[in-house]
């Protein structure tokens, strides 16, 4: 099983993107999605993540109001929809999942190569 992370680019302050994180087999039908980032220098940090069963979404505070995960469950995708970007936001994108929910990248076993986001001021 393999994760696939897409939908990173150059984009401007104000600006939006999608990502998506497609699954090459059923890893999807549980547990939990989640998206992480990492900036040059800088500690991978939690983004989002979402539970397929529920659908429970969950968000870091600084993303929370700017940033959607949703998941399509037919195409065994999982989406961020980002709005608002800033510059801050810059960093590689990683989907992760795992069987339980967490802010720190422990509790996610499989995970994909991640998707570069550049935002420029």
């Known amino acids: 099983v393999q994760l696939q992370a897409s939908g990173g680019g150059l984009v401007q302050a104000g600006d939006s993107l999608k990502l998506s994180c497609a699954a090459s087999?059923?890893?999807?039908?549980?547990?939990?999605v989640g998206w992480f980032r990492q900036a040059p220098g800088k500690e991978r940090e939690f983004v989002a993540a979402?539970?397929?069963?529920?659908?429970?979404?969950y968000y870091e505070d600084s993303v929370r109001g700017r940033f959607t995960i949703s998941r399509d469950s037919a195409k065994n995708t999982v989406y961020l929809q980002m709005n608002s970007l800033k510059p801050d936001d810059a960093a590689v994108y990683y989907c992760?999942?795992?069987?339980?929910?967490?802010?720190?990248?422990?509790?996610?076993?499989?995970w994909g190569p991640g998707t570069l986001v550049t935002v420029s001021s």
């Open positions: 992760a999942w795992g069987a339980e929910y967490g802010t720190t990248p422990k509790p996610y076993k499989k």
């Open positions: 087999g059923r890893i999807f039908s549980s547990g939990v």
């Open positions: 979402i539970r397929w069963g529920t659908g429970m979404r």
